[in-house]
T-cell receptor, first 114, second 108 residues
Framework: NAGVTQTPKFRVLKTGQSMTLLCAQDMNHEYMYWYRQDPGMGLRLIHY???????AKGEVPDGYNVSRLKKQNFLLGLESAAPSQTSVYFC?????????????FGQGTRLTVV | DAKTTQPPSMDCAEGRAANLPCNHSTISGNEYVYWYRQIHSQGPQYIIHGLKNNETNEMASLIITEDRKSSTLILPHATLRDTAVYYC?????????FGKGTKLSVKP
């Protein structure tokens, strides 16, 4: 029973490099989210998706792109990494039941941009 | 921005009840209040949610004021493993918006 799995768990990038973070969920959830968390801060929403083939911007979308080609996967891309993108990235998924949302989170990806 | 307000930190003695307050004066009338917690640097974990009435589950109790402007999460018998950051969350456009939360330290 994997839940939400994030790949990779750790990564160090050089400024200007690109990378893709993968999020996979096995709960058949419609909704998926990408958050970032900086030291001493709460989570901030980057992008989200309400279904396969759809994506939308969250609070802090600049510098990131996302894709949801398959219902179970949500990819977060950094085209040209910057030191300001050093953070812990969390993916989550949820199934909206009426007005109630219970989100399940992955264990995070710790990204350092040098 | 987060629409909830919580104290940045609280201490609680092991075995005692931990009462974590939250102000959510701008919450809309049909939105739930959600509580999540984050242990160390793990992904946040759902605890409980409520609309108007008090709620209880195996993890915690949630007391919501009649005017819905504030709520209190109660951990009835806190253990060392309850040390975490607790988030009181409103939804914006259907998404969970996290503030900085309350860092609860349970001490022996």
């Amino acid at each position: 029973n994997a839940g939400v799995t994030q790949t990779p768990k750790f990564r160090v990038l050089k400024t200007g490099q690109s990378m893709t973070l993968l999020c996979a969920q096995d709960m058949n959830h419609e909704y998926m989210y990408w958050y970032r968390q900086d030291p001493g801060m709460g989570l901030r929403l980057i992008h989200y998706s309400v279904g396969e083939g759809t994506t939308a911007k969250g609070e802090v979308p600049d510098g990131y792109n996302v894709s949801r080609l398959k219902k179970q996967n949500f990819l977060l891309g950094l085209e040209s990494a910057a030191p300001s993108q050093t953070s812990v990235y969390f993916c989550a998924s949820s199934r909206l039941r009426g007005r109630f949302t219970e989100a399940f989170f992955g264990q995070g990806t710790r990204l350092t941009v040098v | 921005d987060a629409k909830t307000t919580q104290p940045p930190s609280m201490d609680c003695a092991e075995g005692r009840a931990a009462n974590l307050p939250c102000n959510h004066s701008t919450i809309s009338g049909n939105e739930y209040v959600y509580w999540y917690r984050q242990i160390h640097s793990q992904g946040p974990q759902y605890i409980i949610h409520g609309l108007k009435n008090n709620e209880t589950n195996e993890m915690a109790s949630l007391i919501i004021t009649e005017d819905r402007k504030s709520s209190t999460l109660i951990l009835p018998h806190a253990t060392l493993r309850d040390t975490a950051v607790y988030y009181c969350i409103d939804r914006s456009q259907g998404n969970l918006i996290f503030g900085k939360g309350t860092k609860l330290s349970v001490k022996p």
